[in-house]
């Protein structure tokens, strides 16, 4: 049994991410009875703790709504040490701050290129030692840097205090994928090659960069999302059964398939920048950042082979949704005398904004003559509003030391190899009008399954309905 945090730190308290995401998910944890330490933010912002204080009812306000009682408890545990991540002092003042906790956890939501000062200032002021800490994602900005990082956090902390944390693997529909796959026996006969066509993610977004242009300029799409997100996801769906729900099994289990998979070849990959995107705050007038991506890529194993894997993601799309497709191959002879259907059978798994999975069927169409029409059977569908927030999950998670849902080192390096090929500028950016589903090239990308599937808006729907995509 791992020993628990008696310490929760977070750098880049007075942050976005803080605001967005940290605050509610305190909240959330102090509601369960699960969070009894002091709560300790950092940044260098000139700020008070009353300030400070201020913001986390605020971020409540706008993130989940404030509950009188669990924000009174999270008020009276927040300290605040404002400081400059680069001066000694500010570690000092931590230390004194953190008092007799000997096991805190250090959260650092800050820009990667801090990370290693902070772990550094960490170690010599006596704050890293028996703690653990939080980093988050992008994990490098490549192989190579990704690898580098790894060697300046084990310099201060073994791997089993490293969390890397990648808030996509906290979803609850996501985690539902792992479920359903190996709670359920139906599945297995038909999951591999002899019995799948294709596979797609799809991580719309109605919005642009919100902003974050100069952010974004760093990143881009393949970097951003494509490389841990919808790579996670493709594995929780493709992987094979984990022995148990061990976190070294499923970790093992999600690392084999990822050394499987077959580097990008940028053949296969179309990037797309929306018009208006160099005219956002921070984005270099003549910039090559791509807000969209699609790829396919293949998985060189028994299970899968031959079997191609398409991911797509990008800004300024015509809806907002996250959206997994696997498409079944069609029955080997027709038994009615009817045309090949244009869609064969497939599961779909909606992942955000609300949260569905289902199974696209035909029966027979009403009348006398024995032919077909295309249905839906809804096998689950949920709302988001009763979901335990990623955050809250992940940090908590990351308190108790257990590492199931964050990404251990070799898969982050396994991850970097398949993308590494196509980073840069080593293929064409394409134009494409906002509210559009990207540049015409990438349609090529899918052309030999029929093209891309798009997710629907948001809606509530029936039991069965019609096929009507």
């Not at 009817?338 to 869609?343: D, G, M, T």
């Not at 169409?365 to 809804?378: R, S």
Request: charged share 25%.
């Amino acid at each position: 049994m791992e020993e628990h945090s008696d310490a929760f730190v977070f750098f880049g308290a007075t942050g976005d991410l803080a605001y967005k995401e940290i605050f509610p998910a305190l909240q959330v944890l102090i509601q369960q009875g699960h969070f009894d330490v002091p709560i300790i933010g950092v940044a260098k912002s000139g700020w008070s703790l009353d300030r400070l204080k201020e913001r986390a009812r605020d971020s409540l306000k706008h993130h989940g709504g404030v509950d009188p009682e669990s924000f009174d408890e999270l008020s009276a545990r927040l300290l605040y040490v404002d400081g400059d991540y680069q001066d000694a002092s500010t570690y000092e003042l931590l230390r004194r701050a953190l008092g007799a906790a000997k096991r805190p956890l250090h959260y650092l939501a800050i820009p990667p290129s801090m990370f290693a000062t902070v772990v550094a200032h960490l170690a010599q002021s006596n704050c890293a030692k028996n703690a653990r800490v939080v980093v988050e994602k992008p994990f490098g900005r490549d192989l190579a840097s990704a690898q580098a990082l790894d060697r300046t956090l084990h310099e201060y902390f073994p791997e089993s205090a490293i969390f890397r944390i990648d808030h996509y693997l906290g979803k609850e529909p996501v985690q539902n994928l792992l479920y359903f796959r190996f709670a359920n026996s139906f599945l297995e006969p038909i999951w591999n090659h002899e019995h799948i066509q294709s596979v797609q993610v799809t991580m719309a977004e109605e919005f642009g960069v919100q902003g974050r242009g100069k952010f974004y300029e760093e990143v881009g799409a393949i970097r951003d999302v494509v490389q841990n997100h919808l790579l996670q996801v493709m594995v929780l769906l493709v992987m094979d059964p984990p022995a148990s729900s061990d976190a070294v099994c499923i970790r093992d289990e999600k690392i084999r398939i990822m050394r499987a998979m077959r580097p990008l070849e940028p053949s296969c990959v179309v990037r797309g920048q929306f018009n208006s995107y160099r005219r956002e705050p921070g984005v270099f007038p003549d910039s090559h950042v791509e807000t969209f991506a699609a790829v396919c890529f293949y998985i060189d194993n028994w299970r899968w082979a031959g079997v191609p894997f398409y991911i797509r993601s990008g800004k300024c799309l015509p809806v907002t949704a996250t959206e997994v497709f696997v498409s079944l191959k069609n029955p080997p002879h027709s038994v009615f005398g009817e045309a090949v259907p244009s869609q064969a059978n497939y599961f779909r798994f909606r992942l955000n904004p609300d949260f569905v999975i289902s199974v696209g069927a035909r029966i027979k169409a009403g009348g006398e003559a024995m032919v077909g029409e295309e249905v839906e059977l809804i096998a689950h569908e949920d709302a988001a509003d009763n979901r335990l927030l990623p955050y809250a999950r992940l940090l908590g998670d990351a308190m108790r030391g257990d590492p199931t849902l964050f990404n251990r080192q070799d898969a982050v390096e396994a991850a970097w190899r398949v993308i590494d090929p196509v980073l840069g500028n080593v293929t064409p950016l394409h134009k494409y009008e906002p509210h559009t589903w990207g540049p015409a090239e990438a349609d090529a990308i899918a052309a030999n399954i029929g093209g891309w599937h798009n997710p629907r808006p948001c809606e509530k729907l029936p039991t069965w309905i019609p096929r009507g995509f």
